[in-house]
């Protein structure tokens, strides 16, 4: 009996005696990694594991990257770490070594411009019963802020060219690539104007050749999702006359009708071209300053041509028609005023300023009131229409006839106030001056002298 209770008893005792743990649990998080399970348990155990972590940085700047291995929630010292990027090849090795007494290994890893490309993975290798451990993530950076300069003179004299330089740069590296350079002139919105191409140092140039003031300014694109778009501060670039401009005396009436400034030259010189009269032109001519009974027909007539000063200090491009006897005269004598710096205000052709019914040809009171040099013109004399204007045969010429005015029969034109001032360069009184020479050397004759101060013939 005392024996059949101690057996009971041992039985007993044993059923109720704890069982030994055999396995460890794992757990995987964000930049973090595990091994393999190591057996089957009834109570779970944290299993070794990799954690990533790195500060957002900029694009080709290396980061801190900090790879800790723990195991059981406890740093493990003294493991192997091999640290690999992404790259277009496959996984490449960048760093490796051996976790601190914290567990951990920092190694300086370059960011790439392309996110994909700043995947980087861990891995631990297996130390007695530890397993290998791999774990990955992808390093973050801040798009980079362009900086953006424009360099350009203040000014440039007209015709001439002007070099615009521009730099750049991300955080102080340079950018190679292109920009755009966009220019804006007075009443009109921003255009482009061509590009400038950084190289390895991010500066580049483009030569420009402005004609007006203009303001220019650089923009970027923005360059995948590493480097945001730029632009630059405007710039402005005066465009300055060639010649010094008239500036009237004190009190001096200006023209009464008004025309638009002709072109630009864009060729250098004078640069006189000398055609017979073109079809568009010729029907702009008849029934204005070509009409049946004059002299001379078209095929007597020429076209010219020409480049001048303008008072405005700038070349422009203009045009009068001739007689073909006379029109090589007339271009010879202008383009000499036009090497010496010698202004008109304007050269268009008299047909522009329509018929007056008064004088039966163009209108020659518009063309005198617009400063208007002009020679071919079928009318009457101003002043005395019935008699045939020596216009009308194309063989002369009227000069700046504003500031050279007219005595008629029926008063001065087109205004008095000229009558008794000159100027050295566009106002003459006397055959002394050199605008009255030149036409002289070139044979045109200043014929009645003060009386008619803007006229010469051929």
Same mark, same amino acid.
């Given at each position: 009996? !005392?024996?059949?209770?101690?057996?009971? @008893?041992?039985?007993?005792?044993?059923? $109720?005696?704890?069982?030994?743990?055999?396995?460890?649990? &794992?757990?995987?998080?964000?930049?973090?990694?595990?091994?393999?399970?190591?057996?089957?348990? !009834?109570?779970?155990?944290?299993? =070794?594991?990799?954690?990533?972590?790195?500060?957002?940085?900029?694009?080709?700047?290396?980061?801190?990257?900090?790879?800790?291995?723990?195991?059981?929630?406890?740093?493990?010292?003294?493991?192997?770490?091999? @640290?690999?990027?992404?790259?277009?090849?496959?996984?490449?090795?960048?760093?490796?070594?051996?976790?601190?007494?914290?567990?951990?290994?920092?190694?300086?890893? @370059?960011?790439?411009?392309? =996110?994909?490309? #700043?995947?980087?993975?861990?891995?631990?290798?297996?130390?007695?019963?530890?397993?290998?451990?791999?774990?990955?993530?992808?390093?973050? +950076?801040?798009?980079?802020?362009?900086?953006?300069?424009?360099?350009?003179?203040?000014?440039?004299?007209?015709?001439?060219?002007?070099?615009?330089?521009?730099?750049?740069?991300?955080?102080?590296?340079?950018?190679?690539?292109?920009?755009?350079?966009?220019?804006?002139?007075?009443?009109?919105?921003?255009?482009?104007?061509?590009?400038?191409?950084?190289?390895?140092?991010?500066?580049?140039?483009?030569?420009?050749?402005?004609?007006?003031?203009?303001?220019?300014?650089?923009?970027?694109?923005?360059?995948?999702?590493?480097?945001?778009?730029?632009?630059?501060?405007?710039? $402005?670039? #005066?465009?300055?006359?060639? +010649?010094?401009?008239?500036?009237?005396?004190?009190?001096?009436?200006?023209?009464?009708?008004?025309?638009?400034?002709?072109?630009?030259?864009?060729?250098?010189?004078? !640069?006189?071209?000398?055609?017979?009269?073109? #079809?568009?032109?010729?029907?702009?001519?008849?029934?204005?300053?070509?009409?049946?009974?004059?002299?001379?027909?078209?095929?007597? @007539?020429?076209?010219?041509?020409? %480049?001048?000063?303008? +008072?405005?200090?700038?070349?422009?491009?203009?045009?009068?028609?001739?007689?073909?006897?006379?029109?090589?005269?007339?271009?010879?004598?202008?383009?000499?005023?036009?090497?010496?710096?010698?202004?008109?205000?304007?050269?268009?052709?008299?047909?522009?300023?329509?018929?007056?019914?008064?004088?039966?040809?163009? %209108?020659?009171?518009?063309?005198?009131?617009?400063?208007?040099?002009?020679?071919? %013109?079928?009318?009457?004399?101003?002043?005395?229409?019935?008699?045939?204007?020596?216009?009308? &045969?194309?063989?002369?010429?009227?000069?700046?006839?504003?500031?050279?005015?007219?005595?008629?029969?029926?008063?001065?034109?087109? %205004?008095?106030?000229?009558?008794?001032?000159?100027?050295?360069?566009?106002?003459?009184?006397?055959?002394? !001056?050199?605008?009255?020479?030149?036409?002289?050397?070139?044979?045109?004759?200043?014929?009645?002298?003060?009386?008619?101060?803007?006229?010469? #013939?051929?």
């Amino acid at each position: 009996m !005392h024996v059949l209770v101690t057996l009971v @008893l041992a039985v007993l005792l044993g059923l $109720l005696a704890p069982t030994p743990a055999l396995a460890a649990g &794992s757990g995987v998080g964000s930049g973090t990694g595990s091994g393999s399970h190591r057996g089957t348990a !009834h109570r779970a155990e944290a299993a =070794p594991s990799l954690t990533i972590s790195a500060p957002i940085g900029w694009p080709d700047r290396e980061v801190p990257v900090r790879v800790v291995l723990s195991d059981g929630g406890q740093p493990v010292p003294g493991a192997a770490i091999v @640290l690999e990027r992404r790259t277009p090849e496959g996984w490449r090795q960048v760093a490796e070594g051996v976790t601190d007494a914290e567990g951990a290994v920092v190694a300086p890893v @370059l960011l790439d411009r392309t =996110p994909f490309y #700043d995947d980087v993975r861990a891995t631990a290798a297996a130390a007695g019963e530890r397993p290998a451990v791999t774990a990955t993530a992808r390093l973050r +950076f801040r798009p980079r802020t362009p900086r953006v300069l424009l360099q350009a003179p203040r000014s440039v004299v007209d015709e001439r060219t002007v070099r615009l330089v521009g730099t750049w740069t991300a955080g102080g590296d340079p950018v190679d690539g292109s920009m755009r350079v966009e220019q804006r002139r007075a009443g009109e919105g921003w255009r482009p104007a061509g590009w400038i191409r950084t190289g390895a140092d991010g500066v580049g140039s483009l030569t420009l050749r402005p004609r007006v003031d203009t303001r220019y300014r650089l923009r970027t694109a923005a360059r995948g999702s590493w480097l945001l778009a730029g632009r630059s501060a405007e710039r $402005l670039v #005066d465009n300055r006359p060639p +010649f010094a401009p008239v500036v009237p005396p004190a009190g001096a009436p200006r023209p009464t009708v008004s025309v638009p400034v002709q072109p630009r030259a864009d060729r250098p010189g004078a !640069h006189p071209v000398i055609t017979s009269i073109p #079809d568009a032109v010729w029907r702009d001519m008849v029934g204005r300053s070509w009409h049946r009974g004059c002299p001379v027909g078209r095929s007597g @007539l020429r076209l010219l041509r020409i %480049n001048y000063v303008g +008072f405005d200090g700038y070349r422009h491009r203009g045009e009068l028609v001739a007689a073909t006897g006379a029109i090589r005269r007339m271009a010879a004598a202008l383009a000499d005023m036009h090497d010496r710096g010698l202004p008109l205000r304007s050269l268009y052709r008299v047909d522009r300023f329509g018929w007056s019914a008064s004088l039966r040809g163009a %209108n020659d009171h518009r063309s005198m009131a617009a400063d208007n040099t002009s020679a071919f %013109n079928c009318r009457g004399v101003v002043g005395n229409p019935g008699v045939r204007s020596p216009h009308s &045969s194309g063989r002369a010429l009227d000069v700046n006839p504003w500031e050279n005015p007219y005595r008629s029969r029926r008063g001065v034109v087109p %205004n008095t106030w000229w009558l008794a001032r000159s100027d050295a360069r566009y106002a003459w009184r006397s055959r002394s !001056h050199v605008v009255v020479r030149i036409m002289a050397a070139h044979g045109l004759r200043w014929t009645y002298g003060n009386g008619d101060t803007q006229h010469f #013939d051929v």
